[in-house]
């Protein structure tokens, strides 16, 4: 007698997800030798194919395994095991022993696309030993890499991941290295980007001039820093400017040829122990630093450190990241090199990043005092991604990087779909079968070359993706650029409200149903009635949305210039309780006298403002956390003027977090109107209170800390009530303000206390590089216009 777990039957397994170009046939191949299994492996335009045979025993240990110990890249989607056939059969069609199939490129499911291409992954540890190994062929080469390191998404120019598709293609392969690439024990096995010093890509070092310079690149790269230089380096997906960053006078030089005199610039060490010099980090932040995407992460930097203090003025966090390809290593681990780099993208203000040579010398020119270039193309321009451990999760602040475009798995099966986002940070989103691909950070969408960039990545991820989208997705504001390529492109199109697409995109994360409260804090937003939103509760469903609360509008003087300068909301919120004792409203705050801070606003702008308010001329009302933030950080002195988007903020949130414990004793009055059609968070009492505090000599400190404390309980009571009335327990969390660590911490606490089920975006940005996600999910459910 035959046990039924000793019958041996032919199985196939069909794994989907990224599971080409990260080593995964050769883990197949491995992992069936040491079970002693037979069959075969291929690759085709949907995923992995395994042909097994075994017992039923056998099999499950394969696929457990198969999903334990996968490579550290691969992230397996789905994986469906069917029995094909008894022994005796499977013994006619298998070959004995185990075997890789040469790939097909065509796919089985009536010709739609769906394997998924990897993301660009930080150099390993094997191929960063070769490189210091002076015995080793791969000795101090910059472009090593392996099925488990390396380029991907920057150097594809469409599927299947496969070289002649890739901008490795020109480079063709020495002996030693083919015989890496065809052995299937190999580390290199199939490692499309695989190269040497003797037939891969190349370094080059040229002066501001572009002329190039004759020695030992990597040392004299390492001199000019280390002499304060301002350096462009061709990295994996776009250009940097690199300065020493414990030089101040470099940082100051770097930021007076960038114009950039206060936003915060990135800083890049060789490894985990030298970033432990300059910032304070935690085991979740470590592992997160290291992992396969090496992001930038935002991090408490430690004071005594020894990085320059201009390299994010008025702030305790700074982003770092380790170094990610072998030419970082090698750069930082040059005798003459600074243990620290400024790494901002390289990019004229507010425009692309660089990923050209010839674009670089032209675009960077009085930028950059030396090139560090190299002869392998980028095919799409990919930034540093950005994450920040919040409420105990890393979650992405910018998308991009070692992350993109890797897909987020919809619960339901969707149109193809192509989401145009909004403006500021955008990002785009193609829908194909059930996963959403979500572009790399774009950027903010307010010139040319931004567009530029945007309309090509669009093109490129299409390509990659092999999807013409069928349905489109737009933000309701008529004048975003993205609305406008949205319309250019005569499909059925469907207009989302920016705060809806904010929850949806918590929504599609997570892939939740029915109906959900969602609480959105945002910089702004164009309301269904026109107006600016962005202090909404709504009630939502994938299909639409209910407001229910609302912060109480603020007048916003002058449109978007109250946005570059917070001064204005200051003085627009005191005008707006009678506090500046001047005009035809009641004056319940006359009696206080304006803090210090304001003084430094010439009487010329104050009485401008407030004719403006008084003849409400050119100023929208606006319901955003993000505008009263601003409106407080200018109060208390912190930013009267605004250099990047969110700096008034980030100065008050820094400030709440100095706090110290007996100056949180004191709490500003809730104060919630609910004799309206919604309910209003008014902020009369809270004006008044900031107000009393600035002139009572309060510490900054304590006032910002305060301010965050009202914010969330102000939500908090509002959210109880409203989940009483409508018997929803699930609660959103999404937009701009919800990147703020105390903010964001403070509301899941307090919600969660209060029995709700808190969600906030791990993988989605809170910020406006989640819209599109969320525009794509409304758009599965509809059919458009
Ligand atoms: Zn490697
Ligand atoms: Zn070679
Ligand atoms: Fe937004």
């Known amino acids: ?153 920057t150097i594809s120019a469409r599927i299947p991941y496969d070289r002649p598709n890739t901008s490795m293609r020109v480079f063709p392969m020495c002996t030693a290295c083919r015989q890496e690439y065809d052995n299937p024990l ?12 003797v037939c891969g890509p190349q370094l080059s070092w040229h002066d501001a001039n572009g002329t190039l310079l004759t020695g030992d690149t990597l040392s004299m790269a390492a001199v000019a820093l280390q002499e304060g230089a301002v350096v462009a380096i061709k990295g994996l997906g776009g250009f940097h ?46 592992e997160l630093l290291t992992s396969a995407a090496h992001p930038i992460v935002l991090l408490e930097v430690r004071k005594t450190g020894g990085l320059a203090p201009t390299i994010a003025p008025g702030l305790g966090i700074i982003g770092l990241m380790l170094a990610y390809t072998p030419l970082h290593h090698l750069l930082l681990a040059e005798e003459a090199a600074p243990p620290a780099l400024v790494m901002t993208s390289g990019n004229p203000s507010d425009s692309p990043i660089c990923t050209q040579n010839s674009d670089a010398l032209r675009r960077l020119q009085g930028l950059a005092d030396y090139f560090l270039l190299h002869n392998r193309d980028i095919l799409t321009r990919v930034d540093d991604s950005v994450l920040r451990v919040m409420a105990g999760a890393p979650r992405l602040i910018r998308r991009a990087r070692g992350y993109a475009p890797a897909p987020i798995v919809l619960a339901q099966p969707c149109a193809n779909i192509l989401a145009c986002g909004a403006e500021m940070k955008n990002t785009f989103c193609i829908v194909r079968n059930n996963e959403a691909y979500l572009s790399q950070h774009i950027g903010t969408l307010r010139n040319t070359e931004a567009f530029d960039f945007y309309e090509e990545s669009i093109a490129h991820l299409q390509e990659v993706l092999e999807c013409t989208p069928d349905r489109l997705a737009c933000d309701l504001h008529p004048d975003y650029l993205s609305t406008r390529h949205a319309r250019r492109r005569m499909l059925p199109l469907c207009a989302v409200q920016h705060h809806h697409a904010h929850a949806l995109a918590v929504m599609a994360e997570y892939g939740l149903d029915g109906e959900v409260l969602a609480l959105i804090l945002d910089g702004a937003g164009y309301g269904a009635d026109g107006t600016v939103f962005g202090g909404e509760l709504y009630r939502v469903t994938r299909a639409r949305y209910q407001r229910l609360a609302s912060l109480a509008p603020l007048p916003l003087p002058g449109g978007d210039q109250a946005v570059a300068q917070p001064w204005r909301l200051a003085l627009a919120w005191l005008w707006q309780y009678g506090a500046l004792g001047e005009g035809d409203r009641a004056c319940p705050l006359s009696t206080v006298s304006l803090p210090p801070a304001l003084e430094r606003i010439s009487p010329e702008k104050r009485r401008q403002i407030s004719s403006l308010l008084q003849k409400n001329l050119n100023c929208p009302p606006c319901s955003s956390a993000g505008r009263l ?63 009393q505090d600035c002139t009572a000599g309060c510490s900054v400190p304590a006032v910002a800390w305060r301010f965050h404390h009202w914010l969330a309980e102000s939500w908090r009571t509002a959210v109880a009530q409203l989940s009483r009335e409508t018997g929803l327990t699930k609660i959103l969390l999404a937009g701009g303000c919800m990147q703020n660590k105390i903010l964001l911490e403070m509301l899941v606490a307090g919600l969660a206390a209060d029995g709700m089920q808190v969600y906030a975006g791990v993988e989605v940005p809170a910020n406006d590089g989640g819209i599109s996600l969320g525009q794509a999910f409304y758009t599965g459910d509809k059919t458009c216009a």
């Open 1 to 153: 007698m035959v046990g039924l777990s000793e019958v041996v039957s032919l199985y196939a397994i069909h794994v989907q997800g990224i599971v080409q170009g990260v080593g995964f046939r050769p883990f197949v191949f491995r992992l069936a030798q040491e079970l002693q299994l037979q069959g075969t492996v291929a690759n085709d335009g949907r995923g992995v194919h395994i042909r097994l045979a075994g017992t039923t025993e056998q099999v499950e240990r394969f696929v457990q395994k198969l999903r334990s110990a996968a490579p550290p890249a691969a992230r397996i989607s789905s994986l469906e095991v069917e029995v094909l056939a008894p022994f005796e059969t499977a013994e006619l069609e298998l070959a004995p022993g185990f075997h890789i199939l040469p790939s097909t490129d065509a796919c089985s499911n009536g010709n739609v696309a769906c394997a998924a291409i990897s993301p660009d992954l930080a150099t390993c540890g094997d191929c960063r030993a070769e490189i210091f190994d002076p015995a080793n062929r791969r000795f101090r080469y910059p472009f090593t890499n392996c099925t488990n390191c390396g380029p991907r998404f």
């Open 186 to 197: 190999d580390r290199r096995f199939h490692a499309q980007p695989n190269a040497c010093p």
């Open 241 to 286: 400017l690199a300065v020493d960053a414990t030089n101040n006078t470099a940082v100051l030089k770097l930021r007076q040829r960038k114009q950039r005199p206060a936003k915060p610039l990135a800083v890049m060490v060789a490894d985990l122990a030298t970033a432990r010099s300059y910032c304070q980090i935690t085991v979740q932040e470590a």
């Open 629 to 691: 933030f601003d409106a407080v950080s200018a109060l208390l002195g912190l930013c009267l003027y605004s250099e990047y988007e969110g700096q008034a903020a980030m100065l008050l949130e820094q400030q709440a977090s100095l706090a110290r414990p007996n100056e949180k004793s004191v709490l500003y009055p809730v104060q919630i109107d609910e004799n309206g059609s919604i309910r209003r968070i008014e902020t009369s009492y809270l004006c008044r209170a900031v107000l």
